[in-house]
């Protein structure tokens, strides 16, 4: 089966006219009019992608990414640019709220199959801050933030699963789940007028099935493929009959397009805010059959490829509907790669990978392209990190951030134009792994906070080491003890940027 017949069988998306967009928006467009013309944006962002699997950031890439390449000689690569972790989830909290992780119930690890949602409903999001100036908001892809299921006796679906028992619970326990009941507590609960996409990691955990809105496509029917048991990181669990894991981003792909259709054709004078988030390079690696062997990494790189044709697929799109002048185009990854094969080096040089504290678990490609603003060709070395969305974004639309929202987020918009003030942007930015620990970073230096494996903590100079092979603290004990003191007061007063009043820790 080919895309096309693919996505045919699916039977939704494919008019303009069948895309379920939030009434609320169009309510809220004819209430009022814009306040002044503002940017289309649009943020794609990778599940997995590291720093060395672009081209344009390593030019021994085994990856070929013409797309992504492109998009950053049109615009600005950023090359000391952060997930907040180095992990999926805390990031996905991070970028949406900004807010660290850490600071809610979530120390550790990412959400299991099932979990609730992570964001309380009445907290700020990119998606709510942008429709106070009358943006469309659209989310399309994997979610994994957590949703509220309906199970037929009344059990509670975020028991069946725990970090520490993933591939232990009988799968069966799922079927107590009533996938014809609505979902709670998603995307559209948050800000964003139309949600299509999955609950978790899309090729491994379960449901498979699409989402739109609150509503299953396809009600699960029966369970994954006996042949996907034991790949790489997948949890076996109730299926849609015509899921198929390797054209997921495909669909994502053609979802998007087919967003900005819509938005086009009923809202043609008013921003769109659009992310599409992609599954690929997540394991288990399955790869569609157009894709197959374009790179010489393997299954992982050809998945990396997946990503810029998906790229491509989109800034082709705006170009064709006449707003690519109009959009500013964000790409990033929510944490560092996993270990490259075939000698590629998916970290670049840095130590590490996704799930760890060194610089390759967290370090991540950010491309910025605003044609007109953003100069062309551009490389900055500005420290930061996707946290920082939310402040930014307030700034460019001119909107003010309350203290109860983006605690830990920083505008970074003068670096986009090349900071000419020169002052750094950032106090200090702290960083999770994939065990809870944290790490804080302020100019050149980097401090690993103590915890079991390193009682003391461990000093890094960024500048000079950025491969984290020399520990410094016992040469720079004061630097250490700075650093160290810093984010025992983040952790403490509940915020990291400079707020009108103090805030009383508000962990939850």
């Known amino acids: 089966m080919n895309r096309r017949q693919f996505l045919k069988s699916l039977g939704f998306g494919l008019s303009l006219g069948s895309l379920n967009l939030n009434s609320e928006l169009t309510k809220r467009i004819k209430a009022s009019p814009p306040k002044r013309k503002l940017p289309h944006i649009m943020i794609i962002m990778a599940d997995d992608m590291g720093i060395g699997d672009l081209s344009c950031y390593n030019p021994d890439s085994l990856i070929p990414t013409p797309n992504m390449?492109?998009?950053?000689?049109?615009?600005?690569?950023?090359?000391?640019?952060?997930?907040?972790?180095?992990?999926?989830?805390?990031?996905?909290?991070?970028l949406l709220t900004g807010r660290y992780s850490w600071r809610?119930?979530?120390?550790?690890?990412?959400?299991?199959?099932?979990?609730?949602?992570?964001?309380?409903?009445?907290?700020?999001?990119?998606?709510?801050?942008?429709?106070?100036?009358?943006?469309?908001?659209y989310y399309i892809g994997k979610w994994h933030l957590g949703l509220k299921w309906t199970t037929k006796d009344g059990s509670k679906a975020e028991n069946f699963y725990t970090q520490g028992n993933p591939f232990q619970v009988d799968e069966n326990i799922q079927w107590r789940i009533d996938f014809?009941?609505?979902?709670?507590?998603?995307?559209?609960?948050?800000?964003?007028?139309?949600?299509?996409?999955?609950?978790?990691?899309?090729?491994?955990?379960?449901?498979?099935?699409?989402?739109?809105?609150?509503?299953?496509?396809?009600?699960?029917?029966?369970?994954?493929?006996?042949?996907?048991?034991?790949?790489?990181?997948?949890?076996?669990?109730?299926m849609a009959d015509d899921w198929s894991e390797e054209e997921i981003d495909?669909?994502?792909?053609?979802?998007?397009?087919?967003?900005?259709?819509?938005?086009?054709?009923k809202h043609r004078n008013r921003p769109l805010f659009l992310i599409l988030s992609t599954n690929s390079p997540h394991v288990p690696w399955l790869v569609p059959d157009f894709i197959k062997g374009k790179s010489k990494e393997g299954p992982r790189g050809d998945l990396v490829v997946l990503v810029?044709?998906?790229?491509?697929?989109?800034?082709?799109?705006?170009?064709?509907?006449?707003?690519?002048?109009?959009?500013?185009?964000?790409?990033?990854?929510?944490?560092?790669?996993?270990?490259g094969a075939n000698g590629?080096?998916?970290?670049?040089?840095?130590?590490?990978?996704?799930?760890?504290?060194?610089?390759?678990g967290h370090r991540v490609p950010f491309i910025v392209r605003w044609p007109g603003k953003v100069k062309p060709g551009g490389v900055s070395k500005e420290l930061i990190s996707l946290v920082d969305l939310l402040a930014t974004f307030a700034a460019l639309i001119g909107e003010p951030l309350p203290d109860n929202a983006g605690e830990d987020s920083w505008n970074i918009l003068p670096a986009f134009f090349g900071n000419p003030e020169g002052r750094s942007l950032h106090e200090a930015l702290v960083f999770q792994d994939r065990n809870g620990h944290l790490a804080i970073r302020q100019g050149k230096w980097k401090f690993i906070a103590?915890?079991?494996?390193?009682?003391?903590?461990?000093?890094?100079?960024?500048?000079?080491?950025?491969g984290e092979k020399f520990d410094l603290r016992a040469k720079y004990p004061e630097i250490a003890n700075k650093l160290k003191s810093l984010l025992d007061e983040y952790r403490q007063r509940g915020f990291s940027r400079p707020l009108k009043k103090k805030l009383i820790n508000s962990d939850e």
């Open 344 to 360: 590629h080096k998916s970290s670049l040089d840095f130590r590490g990978f996704k799930g760890d504290i060194w610089e390759g």
């Open 69 to 94: 390449d492109r998009v950053a000689a049109e615009g600005l690569r950023f090359i000391d640019a952060h997930s907040p972790a180095a992990l999926c989830t805390p990031t996905r909290y991070s």
């Open 308 to 339: 810029d044709w998906v790229v491509g697929e989109i800034d082709a799109h705006l170009k064709k509907r006449g707003i690519k002048e109009d959009t500013l185009l964000i790409i990033t990854s929510d944490n560092g790669a996993r270990k």
């Open 104 to 137: 809610t119930r979530l120390k550790r690890g990412v959400l299991m199959p099932y979990e609730p949602p992570l964001i309380e409903p009445s907290r700020m999001t990119l998606a709510s801050l942008l429709r106070k100036r009358e943006y469309g908001t």
């Open 180 to 238: 014809t009941k609505p979902v709670e507590g998603g995307p559209t609960c948050l800000g964003f007028d139309y949600f299509f996409g999955t609950a978790g990691c899309s090729s491994s955990d379960p449901p498979y099935c699409f989402i739109e809105n609150d509503e299953l496509l396809q009600v699960p029917s029966r369970m994954s493929k006996e042949e996907w048991r034991g790949l790489p990181g997948f949890i076996p669990g109730p």
């Open 450 to 466: 103590p915890n079991e494996k390193m009682p003391q903590g461990e000093l890094y100079d960024l500048e000079n080491d950025r």
């Open 250 to 265: 495909v669909v994502f792909a053609q979802q998007a397009k087919k967003v900005i259709d819509t938005h086009l054709r």
